[in-house]
């Protein structure tokens, strides 16, 4: 306390006002660059957005499968009556012994036109495609299969679309592949087109065949 | 200020205070019977989004998909499911997205975090600055020596004498 009390008076002298603490020039000038800074930098990444958005890359409404990594959850499907093609069930996807597609689409799906000719390309390669049919009557899949070709081997209906709940499905198209152990790989939700199984199908297909 | 301050604090509590309005869609055929039960399923409902829409609830909206996951919400409580379970059944096969209150991960901890955190560096901001008002303050305006201070009352005497 007494050891302290020189100092105090000293201050308290004050014949002088004290000069003011320098102000270092560097942190000044970081000071103003810092939101210059954060602004590129927020512009950089909105930039990185729109291009994902057009490249397709980066899409804000798209829901990730919880299912990858996964087993094909429980089902039975019937068949489509007069489609020639037996129903599908889990039991027909657990090992299959080589990748194979489960396809959902529905007649009154547009994008389901759009991406048809590539499930039957992938038919044709040999690739097994199995189809479900989503919300649909069973009448207008079969002509939707008769005017634009069957591409499935194996074909489940899923009128009240509770199965497809259990997939984690939320519109058509939408398609899973899976590795020859029956676990699900990938999940593409909205139309295969050409350049979807250029850059992701047929590398994924080659590396789990 | 405080005259302006009160109605608006007023209204922010009462708007706090409001229950939710409550959810206008779905045929009244599918609600559950039990009002308890029903209840809980809106509850549940509401707090799951509907993955057409994305930024309504299951219990907002009108999209086929969302009227199915209803169902099924309203299915597994009159089967006696907690709410846990049920929401773990969504979350299952729809995955954090479903979920309107995303759940506290890794990769959510910052989205969580930033209030707390633009909270905390606003405060920080206003400490330092603060602090640093005080100080230019103390140096503007040194305290007084005991001297100057004798000086001042003896001044202040003198006027006193001569008024």
């Known amino acids: 306390m007494s050891a302290r009390l020189p100092e105090g008076?000293?201050?308290?002298?004050?014949?002088?006002?004290?000069?003011?603490?320098?102000?270092?020039?560097?942190?000044?000038?970081?000071?103003?660059?810092?939101?210059?800074?954060?602004?590129?930098?927020?512009?950089?990444?909105?930039?990185?957005?729109?291009?994902?958005?057009?490249?397709?890359?980066y899409d804000p409404r798209g829901v990730p499968s919880a299912l990858i990594g996964r087993p094909v959850p429980d089902f039975v499907l019937p068949p489509l009556e007069g489609s020639g093609r037996p129903g599908l069930a889990a039991a027909d996807l657990r090992a299959p012994g080589r990748p194979v597609l489960v396809n959902f689409f529905a007649s009154w799906c547009l994008p389901c036109v759009v991406e048809h000719p590539m499930l039957m390309r992938l038919s044709r390669q040999g690739v097994p495609?199995?189809?479900?049919?989503?919300?649909?009557?069973?009448?207008?899949?079969?002509?939707?299969?008769?005017?634009?070709?069957?591409?499935?081997?194996?074909?489940?209906?899923?009128e009240p679309g509770r199965v497809a709940i259990e997939w984690g499905l939320y519109g058509v198209p939408e398609t899973y592949l899976l590795d020859r152990e029956g676990i699900i790989r990938w999940r593409w939700a909205g139309p295969l087109t050409e350049e979807v199984l250029r850059h992701d199908l047929e590398p994924l297909l080659r590396r789990h065949a | 200020?405080?005259?302006?301050?009160?109605?608006?604090?007023?209204?922010?509590?009462?708007?706090?205070?409001?229950?939710?309005?409550?959810?206008?869609?779905?045929?009244?055929?599918?609600?559950?019977?039990?009002?308890?039960?029903?209840?809980?399923?809106?509850?549940?409902?509401?707090?799951?989004?509907?993955?057409?829409?994305?930024?309504?609830?299951?219990?907002?909206?009108?999209?086929?998909?969302?009227?199915?996951?209803?169902?099924?919400?309203?299915?597994?409580?009159?089967?006696?499911?907690?709410?846990?379970?049920?929401?773990?059944?969504?979350?299952?096969?729809?995955?954090?997205?479903?979920?309107?209150?995303?759940?506290?991960?890794?990769?959510?901890?910052?989205?969580?975090?930033?209030?707390?955190?633009?909270?905390g560096g606003g405060a920080l901001l206003i400490l330092a600055m603060r602090r640093r008002q005080a100080a230019e303050a103390a140096l503007a305006a040194p305290e007084l020596s005991e001297a100057e201070r004798a000086r001042l009352r003896a001044a202040e005497r003198d006027g006193e004498r001569a008024a």
């Open chain 1, 129 to 158: 495609v199995h189809g479900v049919s989503y919300k649909d009557r069973p009448a207008d899949s079969l002509a939707f299969l008769r005017r634009h070709g069957n591409p499935y081997d194996r074909l489940g209906v899923d």
């Open chain 1, 9 to 57: 008076m000293e201050r308290g002298g004050g014949t002088a006002p004290p000069e003011a603490p320098p102000r270092n020039p560097w942190r000044r000038r970081a000071l103003l660059l810092a939101p210059l800074g954060l602004a590129a930098a927020a512009g950089l990444g909105f930039l990185g957005m729109l291009r994902g958005l057009r490249t397709g890359d």
């Open chain 2, 1 to 119: 200020m405080i005259r302006r301050l009160v109605p608006a604090l007023a209204l922010g509590a009462a708007l706090l205070a409001a229950p939710p309005a409550p959810a206008a869609v779905g045929d009244p055929a599918e609600r559950l019977r039990d009002p308890a039960l029903e209840a809980r399923a809106q509850a549940i409902g509401r707090e799951l989004r509907c993955l057409v829409c994305q930024n309504q609830s299951i219990e907002d909206s009108d999209a086929p998909l969302a009227r199915d996951l209803r169902r099924i919400v309203r299915e597994q409580v009159a089967a006696g499911q907690s709410n846990a379970e049920v929401m773990r059944f969504v979350h299952d096969r729809y995955g954090d997205f479903v979920l309107l209150r995303p759940r506290l991960t890794a990769a959510t901890a910052l989205l969580w975090a930033t209030p707390a955190l633009a909270l």
